[in-house]
């Protein structure tokens, strides 16, 4: 892999909960990888320009607290053309994102996944958005992102012979 950083760009619809969630519980299993931290940036954008310059939902930032996850996330981003063809790989939540994101991306070389695939592969299933919901469904939207998360790091170690280096 060339020295520039591997760009992973983390979308959901605000940018306050299942994105910025995403983004948090990534950057902490990529900084606790001394191969991957070395070569994997991660942010988070929305499909939506609600939230643009705003912290995340205080809800969101609760269950990353209490799952050990103390970095902070990006300050909602909106994912327009320029952000999403500057990211090698793009992470969304839900279909309606992935036709989002299509409509809008330009780079040829930027792949598009669903989030849920990484774990439940070819289902093509939402992330559900715990905006509405309470503190228990944003811990299970972060256990959902945070498996995936998980599926992500262990590819990125086998694509780039991590493991066959012992490292």
């Known amino acids: 892999m060339a020295n520039t950083p591997y760009r992973i760009a983390m979308i959901c619809t605000g940018n306050i909960c299942r994105s910025p ?3 948090v519980s990534f950057r902490h299993l990529v900084a ?3 191969l991957l931290a070395r070569r994997v940036l991660v942010s988070s954008a929305g499909t939506a320009k609600w939230h643009v310059g705003s912290p995340m939902d205080g809800r969101a930032r609760r269950a990353l607290d209490r799952a050990g996850f103390t970095l902070e996330g990006t300050p909602g981003a909106y994912a327009d053309s320029q952000y999403l063809d500057e ?3 793009v992470v969304v939540m839900t279909r309606e994102h ?4 299509h409509t809008r991306i330009t780079n040829d070389s930027t792949d598009v996944i669903m989030l849920r695939n990484l774990i439940q592969p070819g289902l093509d299933l939402d992330v559900p ?3 509405y919901g309470d503190d228990d469904e944003f811990d299970q939207c972060l256990g959902v992102l945070t498996a995936a998360g998980r599926r992500l790091t ?3 170690r086998r694509r780039w012979g991590a493991d066959s280096l012992g490292a």
């Open 87 to 89: 990211h090698d790989l």
């Open 154 to 156: 262990s590819e990125f």
């Open 21 to 23: 969630m995403a983004e």
């Open 129 to 131: 958005d715990p905006y």
């Open 98 to 101: 992935l036709h989002d994101v």
């Open 32 to 34: 606790e990888d001394d």
